[in-house]
C-alpha cells in the first residue's frame, strides 16, 4: 500500500519579483517553510503535481483538459528552474492508463512544457534535489473549461490507482484561490497576444521581461485600489477551504463555472488543482489537513493559500 500526504498552495510569479512588501513576504515565507518541514518529514519517493498552465506549455491549437507527462521540462519563466525534470514515465504511463480505464480522457504528452504553475512549488519545496515527479495538466486559464466533477472524477481515479503503489507519494496541487490577473483567453485576447495563445509563439526575452514589468504594474496598481481587476473574495476563499478541511469535496460537482468567475475572478478555476489533489487523498481514506494558512494577497492579487494533509 503506499503512503500519501498532501500538500496544496497557491503560486504567484510575483514572489520572485520586485513589490510585495517585507512583511507580507516574511509571513507567507514563513509559512512555506513550515509547509516545506512537512514534506521533509514525508520524506516523498514520488510527488503526483497538479498544476495548470499559462500558455507556456499548451495552447488553443491544441487545449486538452487534463494532461499527463512522461516527460516535464520547466522553461524557467518568473525566475523558477527551467530544463528537463525527473520524471516517473513508466508510473505516468500507468497513471494515464488507470484514467482512462476509470472513463477518464486524459491526454498523454512525451515533451511536456511546464511554467512556474509547476515548478514554482517544487522549487520551493525541494530546491534542486526534487524526487521524481509526474506532472498532471488540469486547464485552468483557457476557457471554455469544463465541468468540476470531471476534475474531481480525474483525482479519484489517480487516487485509486496510487493505492496499488507501494511508494511514499506526495500530492502537490498548485494554484488558486480568488484572483483575476490580467491573463487573455480567446475571447479577450488583443491581436497581438492570439499567435502566443493560439499558436504557441515564442517568446522574446524581451517580451518576457515587457511581461514582468506589466504583472508588476498591474499588481501595484491593484494594491492600491486603482485597477479595474476583480477583486479578491477571501470569504469565497475561506468557504472552499471550509469544504476541504470538511471533507465537503463532493459539493464541488454543482459549481458552475460562470458562478466561479462571477464570484472569484476567472483565475479561481485553479481551485481544480485542489479539487483533484484533494479527491485523490479522499479515495484512499478519511484525511485530516494540518497546516491551515490563508492572506487575501492584493500585491500578489492573489488569495493565497497553503493546506497540508494526512490521512487520519
Not at 14 to 31: E, F, M, V
Not at 137 to 157: C, D, E, H, M, W
Not at 281 to 291: D, F, H, I, M, V
Request: aromatic share 8%.
Amino acid at each position: 500500500m503506499s503512503r500519501v500526504a498532501l500538500c496544496c498552495m497557491s503560486h504567484s510569479p510575483l514572489l520572485n519579483l520586485p513589490g510585495p512588501s517585507a512583511d507580507l513576504l516574511q509571513d507567507i515565507t514563513a509559512q512555506l517553510q513550515t509547509a516545506t518541514a512537512f514534506v521533509r518529514d514525508f520524506d516523498p519517493e514520488l510527488v503526483v503535481v497538479f498544476s495548470p498552465d499559462h500558455y507556456n506549455g499548451f495552447f488553443y491549437r491544441l487545449m486538452p483538459p487534463f494532461c499527463i507527462g512522461t516527460a516535464a521540462t520547466g522553461v524557467g519563466d518568473y525566475g523558477t528552474r527551467s530544463g528537463p525534470l525527473d520524471v516517473a514515465a513508466d508510473t505516468a504511463t500507468a497513471m494515464a492508463t488507470a484514467a482512462w480505464d476509470a472513463g477518464v480522457d486524459v491526454s498523454l504528452s512525451a515533451a511536456m512544457d511546464v511554467d512556474h504553475g509547476t515548478v514554482q512549488p517544487l522549487d520551493t519545496l525541494f530546491g534542486d534535489r526534487t524526487p521524481p515527479i509526474v506532472p498532471v495538466f488540469i486547464n485552468s486559464v483557457a476557457t471554455p473549461l469544463g465541468p468540476l466533477k470531471r476534475v474531481r472524477a480525474l483525482g479519484t481515479a489517480i487516487g485509486d490507482y496510487l493505492a496499488g503503489v507501494d511508494k511514499r507519494v506526495l500530492l502537490l496541487g498548485s494554484g488558486g484561490l480568488s484572483h483575476d490577473p490580467p491573463v487573455p483567453t480567446l475571447a479577450t485576447a488583443p491581436p497581438a497576444a492570439l499567435d502566443r495563445i493560439v499558436g504557441g509563439a515564442p517568446m522574446s526575452a524581451d517580451a518576457r521581461a515587457a511581461r514582468q514589468d506589466a504583472v508588476i504594474a498591474a499588481a501595484h496598481a491593484f494594491a492600491h485600489g486603482d485597477s479595474p481587476l476583480q477583486p479578491l473574495n477571501p470569504d469565497w476563499d475561506h468557504a472552499f477551504l471550509d469544504l476541504l478541511d470538511n471533507d465537503r469535496l463532493a459539493e464541488v460537482d454543482g459549481w458552475r463555472n460562470e458562478w466561479i468567475a462571477a464570484e472569484a475572478g476567472n483565475s479561481a478555476h485553479e481551485v481544480r488543482t485542489w479539487v483533484a489533489a484533494f479527491a485523490a487523498l479522499s479515495a484512499l481514506g478519511a484525511y485530516k489537513t494540518e497546516q491551515r494558512y490563508y492572506r487575501a494577497a492584493p500585491e500578489l492579487i492573489a488569495g493565497f493559500a497553503i493546506r497540508t494533509a494526512v490521512l487520519s
